[in-house]
């Protein structure tokens, strides 16, 4: 018999919704976006905090709300700045880049927000 009666049922039913739950939250199944390639194109807009760009390759294991294929970067967070400041220097003199997204499109809708950049 799988399943006791009473209090076993509820304590076995208990241990596999926990398990179920850590699975979901372990580092493994969370997969950022990410791609090395060059700048292709950048979006800036006077109403928006973002700063949107695109690289010349797919994004990999992008999350689903990035529809657009791009990565944003919110310049009103720590270290914005100088990830645009980075970016323009890396499409100015067309360096090859590695992005990491967050996993979100919280920075802007329909693009990753953007992790790190380090250029190779």
Request: with cysteine.
């Amino acid at each position: 018999m799988l399943w006791g009666s009473g209090w076993d049922n509820y304590r076995q039913l208990m241990r596999l919704l926990l398990a179920a739950i850590v699975l979901c939250f372990y580092p493994a199944c969370i997969q950022a976006g990410s791609a090395v390639g060059k700048v292709s194109s950048i979006l800036l807009a006077n109403n928006s905090n973002a700063v949107l760009f695109r690289l010349d390759v797919e994004i990999e294991d992008s999350p689903r709300c990035n529809k657009e294929e791009r990565f944003a970067i919110d310049l009103r967070q720590f270290g914005g700045g100088a990830l645009y400041t980075a970016l323009l220097e890396a499409k100015g003199h067309g360096y090859t880049v590695s992005v990491t997204g967050l996993n979100t499109c919280s920075v802007q809708l329909e693009s990753e927000g953007v992790k790190n950049i380090e250029f190779r």
